[in-house]
T-cell receptor, first 112, second 114 residues
Framework: NAGVTQTPKFQVLKTGQSMTLQCAQDMNHNSMYWYRQDPGMGLRLIYYSASEGTTDKGEVPNGYNVSRLNKREFSLRLESAAPSQTSVYFC???????????FGPGTRLTVL | GENVEQHPSTLSVQEGDSAVIKCTYSDSASNYFPWYKQELGKRPQLIIDIRSNVGEKKDQRIAVTLNKTAKHFSLHITETQPEDSAVYFCAASSPNAGNEKLTFGTGTRLTIIP
């Protein structure tokens, strides 16, 4: 089992460029999540998907869109990147009920 | 919604001593409380969790206690070692939100002094 995987590991964008961060899990989990973590700070929820075909906003959704492509994959899109979106992005998944979330290795994004 | 506060924000202890990190939560219905450890440049990883039907759980040098009446839970690390140096996050989830979301504390940077 690979668990939760993310691509790419690193990315540098210019202001205004777009990109999609990919996330996949092979644990047959129902729920998937996107977080951002800024230096010295905690984890802030951007969007989540409780099941295939559903998505909901988290704490900081502005400037992002998501797609739950199927049960395994959950992508995060930046349509017009801004320097304020420079951060480390973590994807996570959870089986269901009161259970833990398992995190991917993260994508380090820099917007110039 | 749920609010989780975590203290202290930084903690330094001598190797071999114990470390305690405390969290409080606001939603009395919350029923799941995980603790994550995040090493520099790595992903958060679950180290221990507790559900609201128990008051304490232990795994080798790590233990978590839960006081539902006071709405607080704590992480205890005994016989600390240099590899315990990391940032630790507490979190809580509530069935009021379908247990869908974890609300995280702001983290504690633990430094073990050799």
């Amino acid at each position: 089992n690979a668990g939760v995987t993310q691509t790419p590991k690193f990315q540098v964008l210019k202001t205004g460029q777009s990109m999609t961060l990919q996330c996949a899990q092979d644990m047959n989990h129902n729920s998937m999540y996107w977080y951002r973590q800024d230096p010295g700070m905690g984890l802030r929820l951007i969007y989540y998907s409780a099941s295939e075909g559903t998505t909901d906003k988290g704490e900081v959704p502005n400037g992002y869109n998501v797609s739950r492509l199927n049960k395994r994959e959950f992508s995060l899109r930046l349509e017009s990147a801004a320097p304020s979106q420079t951060s480390v992005y973590f994807c996570a998944s959870r089986a269901g009920g009161p259970d833990t979330q398992y995190f991917g290795p993260g994508t380090r994004l820099t917007v110039l | 919604g749920e609010n989780v506060e975590q203290h202290p924000s930084t903690l330094s202890v001598q190797e071999g001593d114990s470390a305690v990190i405390k969290c409080t939560y606001s939603d009395s219905a919350s029923n799941y409380f995980p603790w994550y450890k995040q090493e520099l440049g790595k992903r958060p990883q679950l180290i221990i969790d507790i559900r609201s039907n128990v008051g304490e759980k232990k795994d080798q040098r790590i233990a978590v206690t839960l006081n539902k009446t006071a709405k607080h839970f704590s992480l205890h690390i005994t016989e600390t070692q240099p590899e315990d140096s990391a940032v630790y996050f507490c979190a809580a989830s509530s069935p009021n939100a379908g247990n869908e979301k974890l609300t995280f504390g702001t983290g504690t940077r633990l430094t073990i002094i050799p």
